[in-house]
């Protein structure tokens, strides 16, 4: 079935009335909420200020939407030319080729019409694609599920490390002002600096205490594909694992931001790790996703809604205020400030 996308008028009075607090409090308000279907995720947003369109990679195909308008332009599934229509990645380069980490299929890369698909044999490391990023060289980073692959800016050759990293599943990666690399794997932070190559873990300070005696979690990186299957939500009752890093973000002041699974959200400052969880008035524990906005804002994507922290305080959003769903896998900030953020179910923008 061809995925779709339209837009679901706010009604209700309670959610009218949490929406005009908001909005008169000058607080973070829901004010569209756009649905792809009831069994479908979003699973990644990016934002291409060049068209003016925010990219939603679902696990039914790719959506490109008017980000004035919120109007559908474009999707693509299999049969537009998209190896698979699980995606879990949207990354775009500086030449404007937009490139769709799939899960097992994969990396398909567009632009005017044509595509390219690269697989293992093309030099990919994996067919499970969860993450991009570009140094200011050119150079193309690829996470993947059995390490990272760096494309090179001016040949186009694919090279792979994985024994470089802490662990090989590798679900985020940013590039700092100092074009500084780091990866966010299912076993740490690591980070490589064009010479050598650093990583952390909770022994390091990395993710949050385990104060309420939580399961360890089940995601290790040592056990099958089939248990990895991220193609469904966090379930069932809570669990922990500090070292699973999920999300990575270089912020504007030069710190580093790991959205951990169980242990909240960690920054580094440049010598130590400092956890912010639950308790400290962050929505939820699991950090799926982190985006900075234009005030240097920090929103984090959580099993438990969205938080927006400003350095000082929380403000958190949930299904009470729009939401579609708990769990927001994807978070992308636009030209005009506003923030989008992907659940099951769809997309809802947030007015700052």
Known sequence: MTPRLYRRALLGAALAFAASLAAAQGGPRVKDVYEVGPTVYVRALTVEKARAALWVGTSAGVHEVDLASGKLRNTFTRKEGLANEYVFAVGLDRDGYKWFGTNAGGVSRYKDGKWKTYFPMHGLADYWIYSFAQQKNGDFWIGTWAGVNKVDGKT?????????????????????????????????????????????????????????????????????????????????????????????????????????????????????????????????????????????????????????????????????????????????????????????????????
Do not use: C
Request: no cysteine; net charge neutral.
């Open 156 to 352: 186009g050759k694919f090279s792979t490390y994985v024994k470089e990293l802490v662990n090989e599943w590798v679900y985020g990666i940013s590039v700092d002002a100092q074009d500084r690399v780091w990866f966010g794997t299912e076993g740490g932070v690591s980070m490589f600096d064009g010479r050598r190559w650093v990583s952390w873990t909770h022994k390091d300070g990395l993710g949050a205490p385990n104060t309420d005696n939580l399961p360890f979690s089940a995601n290790t990186g040592l056990g099958t594909r089939t248990r990895h299957d991220l193609s469904v939500s966090s379930e069932g009752p809570a669990t922990y694992n500090p070292n699973y890093v999920f999300s990575i973000l270089s912020a504007k002041d030069g710190s580093v931001w790991a959205g951990t699974w169980g242990g909240g959200a960690a920054r580094w400052d440049g010598k130590a790790w400092t956890n912010f969880t639950a308790k400290d008035g962050l929505a939820g524990n699991i950090v799926y996703s982190v985006a900075q906005d234009a005030d240097g804002a920090l929103w984090f994507g959580t099993n438990n809604g969205v938080s927006r922290y400003d350095g000082k305080a929380f403000v958190n959003l949930g299904m009470k205020d729009g939401l579609l769903e708990r769990n927001v896998y994807a978070v992308a900030v636009a030209p005009d400030g506003d923030i989008w953020v992907g659940t099951r179910k769809g997309v809802a923008r947030i007015a700052r």
